[in-house]
């Protein structure tokens, strides 16, 4: 089955649904520095550009379409604007692509408040738009530490055109992992991640005890999670020191490195290009999702497509004939 992402960021969720077996053709995505890492990833067609001056009916047809729409306008940080927040109105440019392409799948990621918003109001547009359009909608809010040593709540929303793969499909089982956050992290780490000139680091020192866990720095003071996971990794935590995640390793107190955040994201490997500033390559890997989960649910689309017994390897068209 083919694949296209919207808002792709660096290709997490296209990640995902390789990983499990789809082909992805294209994805499109706006900011510069992300369309960079995100071809030195991958070979398939990235347009970079607005959405909304890409042409829907330029595009190839593809089975799933897939967005991890920009959740600022729907998280708490984004002060709740919804709909009336000009970053939240780009969820009415996928229902365009939606209606040219008419995908046998539709899959969007996003914020886990995404479904309490305006007292359950946007989640209503959501659901409406997509069952406009012939869709039966599933969603669900899953925690990336089903899958790996990291704490992030998302909700998950998976739209069929076809009612036996709607029925047949169930979001994946949590896993038992048994990766902790020792599996992670490197026993050290270049000299820059480090804070021993920083002006913070006497406070660090006394408040930094534990080696068994990642800690935040909040602007004036350092949290400690005390769940023995990655806190969530945030698209700002590269930038003003807020939110970075801190630990001891067994030569000081430093920040966890790009790599090491990418690696609690479930990206095994990623490859950024060599100029480009740690701040970026934090807030990239932040804005990105974990693929494990990704692929996890991908897998369960799947296999609900086998259930319902349609054709999987045509290019949409077959697969829609047979609906
Ligand atoms: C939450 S991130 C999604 C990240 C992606 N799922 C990943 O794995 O990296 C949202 C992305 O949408 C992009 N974006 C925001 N507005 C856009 C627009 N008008 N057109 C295209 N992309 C846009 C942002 O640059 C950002 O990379």
């Not at 909304?52 to 998280?75: H, I, M, R, Y």
């Not at 408040?113 to 599933?138: A, P």
């Not at 009612?163 to 038992?176: G, I, T, W």
């Amino acid at each position: 089955m083919t694949v296209a992402g919207l808002f792709a960021g660096i290709g997490g969720i296209e990640l995902g649904f390789k990983k499990a077996g789809f082909e992805i053709l294209w994805a499109n995505e706006i900011d510069k520095n992300a369309c960079k890492t995100y071809r030195l990833n991958y070979q398939h067609t990235l347009y970079e550009c607005d959405i909304k001056e890409l042409n829907e009916k330029e595009v190839e047809k593809v089975d799933v379409l897939t967005a991890g729409f920009p959740c600022q306008a729907f998280s708490i940080a984004g002060y709740q604007k919804g709909f009336d927040d000009d970053r939240g109105n780009v969820y009415f440019e996928i229902l365009r692509f939606i209606d040219a392409i008419e995908p046998q799948v539709v899959f969007l990621e996003n914020v886990k408040n995404l479904k309490s918003h305006d007292k359950g109001n946007t989640f209503k547009v959501i659901k409406k738009s997509l069952e406009d359009r012939g869709y039966y909608i599933k969603d669900k809010v899953i925690n990336s530490c089903d899958y790996l040593p990291q704490n992030r709540e998302r909700i998950y929303i998976v739209a069929f055109k076809n009612k036996k793969a709607f029925d047949s499909f169930n979001f994946p089982k949590p896993k038992k992992i048994i990766q902790t956050i020792h599996d992670i992290i490197e026993p050290t780490a270049e000299d820059r991640f480090y804070y021993h000139n920083s002006k913070y680091y006497k406070q660090l020192k006394e408040e930094m005890k534990n080696r068994d866990t990642i800690y935040q720095w909040r602007r004036v003071y350092v949290r400690e999670n005390k769940s023995n996971l990655c806190p969530t990794l945030t698209a700002n935590m590269g930038t003003g020191g807020h939110n970075v995640p801190l630990i001891i390793d067994s030569k000081d107190i430093r920040k966890l490195t790009p790599d090491e955040c990418a690696k609690f994201q479930g990206f095994d490997e990623i490859i950024f290009p060599e100029d480009l500033a740690l701040s970026h390559r934090y807030k990239q890997i932040g804005n990105s999702v974990t693929v494990p989960v990704i692929e996890a649910i991908a897998k369960e689309i799947l296999k609900a497509f086998e259930c319902a017994n349609l054709s999987m390897n045509s290019k949409n068209v077959a697969l829609r004939k047979s609906a």
